[in-house]
């Protein structure tokens, strides 16, 4: 095992597998919260143009106990403590290695287990339908994280090619289908590129496709990777975007990026040839 630490605390941890393959692990600290971003997929199919586990493209499904490992991994870390929420956002797609995410999911929130509570448990997806369709089915009560980015086809598609074939408004559909309990909210996640997908009209288009669906928004800055040709949208933008929102009952949020002088932060995990370990 390797591991980086940041100047805010953040660890990143690289878990070598049985088969010699490695996969990326995120424990963030945060007041009383001790969170652990895990993988569940070595490398990445779906391959989102601002992500560095997508260009490293996808070597092959995580069991079960290769995912709560890493969890296991960071409790045993001097510098990090006993997880108390974990987010599966790390490297892969959840949703596309089901079986293993379920069984692990089964483990976090089970006492015999990790005892870790439904609601500090969160899957993130990058918009798999069948998969939320089946996570709702499961009746575990976890957290839904959907990385959005752009509510219109075309700009989605440019930055999220699995939107080409499940399109924004399938998408909405499942997500307004997801059970949730009473004031409980998916996220949507957004990260705002400069000139691509922060204007006011780009706001508004988002706000529309959420209509009827319980949601929130997480604004994200974007953290710099190596392949892409993005930019961070300025902060004056952002400020608009959010007031948008705001203006249409929409609940947003911007989300500090953590552990970015470290390549840790959403978007920068990438473990093909340990390349984010130099």
């Given amino acids: 095992m390797e591991r980086k630490v940041s100047r805010d605390g953040t660890i990143k941890q690289l878990f070598e597998l049985e088969d010699g393959l490695t996969v990326e692990t995120v424990y963030i600290p945060e007041g009383k919260r001790r969170t652990v971003c895990v993988s569940t997929q070595v490398g990445c199919k779906f391959r989102c143009a601002f992500c560095e586990t997508g260009q490293q493209g996808f070597t092959r499904n995580l069991r079960a106990g290769e995912i709560v490992n890493q969890i296991i991994g960071v409790n045993n870390d001097s510098d990090a403590g006993a997880a108390t929420n974990v987010v599966m956002m790390g490297m892969g797609e959840p949703l596309d290695n089901f079986e293993p995410v379920a069984q692990s999911l089964r483990l976090l ?33 976890v957290n839904l994280a959907v990385s959005l980015h752009a509510a219109d086809d075309e ?8 939107n080409k074939k499940q399109p924004v408004r399938e998408l909405m559909k499942a997500c307004r289908d997801f059970p949730l309990a009473p004031q409980r909210l998916i996220t949507m996640e957004v990260v705002l590129f400069d000139s691509v997908n922060d204007s006011v009209s780009d706001a508004d288009k988002l706000a529309a496709a959420l209509r009827g669906v319980r949601a929130k928004v997480n604004l994200l800055r974007f953290n710099p990777t190596s392949t892409s040709g993005f930019k961070a949208s300025p902060d004056e933008k952002i400020k608009r ?29 990438k473990s093909s040839s340990h390349a984010a370990f130099g």
């Fill in 241 to 269: 975007f959010m007031a948008r929102l705001a203006a249409k009952d929409i609940p947003v949020t911007l989300r500090e990026s953590r552990g970015a002088d470290i390549m840790a932060a959403c978007g920068q995990l």
């Fill in 109 to 141: 929130n089970s006492k015999e287990g990790f005892g870790i509570g439904k609601r500090r448990i969160t899957v993130s997806t990058a918009g798999v339908v069948t998969g939320i369709q089946r996570l709702g089915e499961l009746g575990l009560g």
């Fill in 155 to 162: 700009t989605r598609a440019k930055l999220m090619p699995i």
